[in-house]
């Protein structure tokens, strides 16, 4: 016939396996957070790509609006220059045609400079978001996996408990009321086999006569280390 102390084993070893359970159960919501966190990551990288290339548009578009207005300039030359009488005065003015169109094509070369920008732009806002699409399809797959392993522990802990508590009816309550406060403090394992006269949980080495209490397994012995129960 089995002893105290090793009925009381046997509910210790169904607490493991439900505070194992439960640790993972209580993991899940931060995994979720985890994997949401991610998931927005890439939303928000892809935002940033978004608002990038939209600024990089609007400085092509105010080089463009600067070209327009030296072409209206050197339209302008081009139309005072007509009405010139001198060959003085023309000629100042082809300087000043000539400065025009020196700047924009300084200014057409920014323009270019403008328009590789908004390519790579282009493409930052592409990549972003295919890791958007990717990661959201991810997500939804890995949350469903959570809450299916989510339901599957809580059956699981729900089927431990039932049989904790048939283990249970065959402790004496006085072994409980000693038990329960240790594990659920501890949340390991507190009732320990002695080995070669030392404590299973601390590893610290017993005297005889609390080797020789312990192993007869009636009694309620504790080690005078760690406060685990012996056996």
């Known amino acids: ?8 084993a046997a509910v210790q070893e169904v607490d493991l396996r439900i505070i194992r359970l439960q640790k993972e159960m209580n993991d899940i919501p931060i995994r979720r957070k985890i994997i949401e966190s991610a998931c927005e990551q890439k939303k928000k990288d892809f935002t940033t790509a978004k608002t990038a290339l939209t600024g990089k548009q609007s400085e092509a578009k105010q080089v463009e609006l600067e070209i327009g207005t030296v072409n209206q300039k050197i339209k302008k030359y081009r139309e ?4 010139l009488k001198s060959n003085k005065e023309f000629k100042a003015m082809e300087d000043e045609i000539r400065v025009a169109e020196n700047e924009i094509r300084a200014i057409e070369e920014r323009e270019l400079l403008k328009m590789e920008e908004i390519e790579k732009a282009s493409s930052i806002v592409l990549t972003a978001k295919q890791f958007v699409e990717k990661a959201e399809s991810e997500k939804q797959a890995e949350l469903a996996a959570l809450e299916s392993r989510n339901a599957g522990l809580a059956a699981e802990v729900e089927k431990l408990v039932t049989e904790r508590t048939g283990k249970v009816a065959l402790v004496d309550p006085k ?15 507190v009732l320990v086999r002695v080995e070669h006269s030392v404590c299973g949980g601390c590893n610290m080495t017993l005297a005889p006569h609390v080797v020789h209490d312990a192993r007869r397994g009636d009694m309620m012995i504790s080690c005078s280390f760690c406060g685990r129960l012996l056996y």
């Open 1 to 8: 016939m089995s002893t105290q102390a090793e009925r009381l």
């Open 175 to 189: 072994w409980m009321l000693k038990y329960e406060p240790l594990i659920k403090g501890k949340k390991d394992r």
């Open 80 to 83: 005072q220059q007509l009405q």
